[in-house]
């Protein structure tokens, strides 16, 4: 791993989100700088932003019950454990940010990095919600948001 070997490790990374049989669940991407380093999740904070604000909606401590977490590419961690029923719900339209704190050990010292998630909740061809991530648009050097907005009466569209 080139950033093991001299280079710094970027401070803030993007993340990967997605849901896996109805729950959100967290991981990093296959090429993450940490992913050699197994980052240790200590936060995790929810956001929903409004008129390009990020207002919090829900933040979580770990570890929750005592075991560590460690992001890894090849495994997405369920977002909250089944008992955790605080989660907000998630309205389509709406525009979503996660980021997760983790600490790792780089050079003897532990650092904090973070990754950070953007995605919206879309409805489904049977009418349900999903979740989309959205991702940077190289070209058009933003945020790709068009596929969260929503034309229904009283929809959150930005």
């Known amino acids: 791993m080139a950033a093991a070997c001299g280079q710094s490790l970027r401070q803030i990374q993007d993340g990967v989100i997605r849901e896996v ?3 959100l669940c967290i991981s990093i991407p296959l090429d993450s700088d940490q992913a050699a380093l197994r ?3 200590a936060g995790i904070d929810l956001y929903r ?7 919090g909606i829900w933040s979580r ?7 560590p977490l460690f992001l890894t590419p090849d495994e997405c961690h369920p977002l909250v454990e089944s008992s955790v029923t605080d989660l ?7 525009r979503y940010g996660i980021t997760v704190l983790v600490d790792a050990e780089y050079r003897n010292e532990v650092r904090s990095y973070w990754y950070r998630s953007y995605f ?4 489904g061809e049977a009418g349900g919600l999903r979740l989309h991530q959205v991702l940077w648009n190289k070209r058009e050097k933003g945020w790709k948001w068009s596929a969260c ?9 930005k």
């Open 120 to 123: 919206c909740m879309i409805r």
């Open 61 to 67: 401590d770990y570890p929750v019950s005592g075991e």
């Open 39 to 41: 980052p240790k999740v």
């Open 149 to 157: 907005e929503v034309d229904a009466p009283g929809s959150a569209s």
């Open 49 to 55: 932003y409004q008129d390009a604000r990020a207002i």
């Open 88 to 94: 907000p719900t998630l309205l389509a339209g709406e």
């Open 21 to 23: 049989a109805g729950s």
